[in-house]
C-alpha cells in the first residue's frame, strides 16, 4: 500500500517507519524537522518536510504522495503544554483529514487517548461517551481528542485507536524523563486513580494491525489497570526514586478509572507484548 506517515519521527512515528517499510509499503513520512530527513531516508521511507498547522503544505504533501492510508501519529508533548498538543490534534487533525480526502484517499487511522472517557466504575469501553463536561484542565485535552475523532470520522474508512498511557524508551515514564524527575520530587501520589498503561512498542505493532481492521475507536492498552497505589511504588523503584509518601487520599477521580481492552484482544485479535506494567517497568522505565 501507499501509505503516508504523519508524525514519522515522533516516539510512535519512529518505530512505525521500519515496521512499514519491512512490511513493503511505499512510505511518506512527514515531519516538520529538515534535519531528519537523512534518518528517515536511510529508513528507507520518502521523507517531506511540511507544519501540519500549514494547510497549504500539507494538502501539497498529501496530493503529491497520493496515499492509500493515513497514519496520524502527530502530537506535540515535548513540552507538556496540553493546548499545543490540543492544536496538533484540533487544527492539525483538520488539514491531514481535508487533504486525506481531497486526495481520494480511503483510510485514515489516528493516535487518541483512553483516558478522556466521561466517569463510571468500571475500566471504560469504547461505547462510554468522552467527558466533555470536564472542567480546565482536562477539559482542553478532551476537546482536542473529541474534534479529532469527529474529523477522523470523515473519512470512509477509519480507526481510532485510543492508546493507553505510554511508557517505555523516549516517553515520560523512563529514568530521565519527566514522570521520573516527578516521582524523585514526590509529586506522584499513590492515590486510587486507575491508569490504563501500553509500552511503545506495542503501540506501533497495533497501528500496523490497524491497517486491516474494521472502522471503529479501540482502546489499545495492557491487560492490567492499575491504581496509583500500586504502580506508583514499582514505578519509583524502577527508575531508582524513594518510595511514594501517603497519598492525601485513597478515592479516585471519578473519570480515572482506566480502559477495557477486550474489543482489541476478542475482536481484532490484538494482544500486547508487555501485558503488564509490573514486568514492563522493570524492563524498560529503569534502563539508564
Known sequence: MRILLAGATGVIGRRLVPLLVADGHHLTALTRRPDRLPLLRAAGAHPVVADVLDADAVAAAVHDAAPDVVVHQLTDLGSGDPAANAEVRVTGTRHLVDAALAAGTRRIVAQSIAWAYAGGGAPAD???????????????????????????????????????????????????????????????????????????????????????????????????????????????????????????????????????????????????????????????????
Request: charged share 25%; with cysteine; proline share 9%.
Open 126 to 288: 469504547e461505547d462510554a461517551p468522552l467527558d466533555l463536561d470536564a472542567p480546565e484542565p482536562r477539559s482542553t485535552s478532551v476537546r482536542g481528542i473529541a474534534a479529532l475523532e469527529a474529523a477522523v470520522r470523515e473519512a470512509p474508512e477509519w480507526v481510532v485507536l485510543r492508546y493507553g498511557m505510554f511508557y517505555g524508551p523516549d516517553t515520560w515514564f523512563t529514568a530521565d524523563g519527566l514522570r521520573a524527575a516527578d516521582a524523585r520530587a514526590g509529586r506522584l501520589p499513590a492515590d486510587g486513580d486507575v491508569t490504563s498503561f501500553l509500552h511503545v512498542d506495542d503501540a506501533a505493532a497495533a497501528a500496523v494491525a490497524a491497517l486491516s481492521w474494521p472502522s471503529g475507536a479501540v482502546n489499545v492498552c495492557d491487560d492490567e489497570p492499575a491504581a496509583a497505589r500500586d504502580w506508583v511504588p514499582r514505578f519509583c523503584e524502577a527508575v531508582g526514586a524513594p518510595p511514594p509518601g501517603p497519598a492525601a487520599g485513597t478515592a479516585r477521580r471519578p473519570w480515572a478509572r482506566g480502559a477495557d481492552n477486550r474489543r482489541a484482544r476478542e475482536e481484532r485479535g490484538w494482544t500486547p507484548r508487555h501485558h503488564s506494567w509490573r514486568t514492563g517497568f522493570a524492563l524498560t522505565a529503569g534502563a539508564r
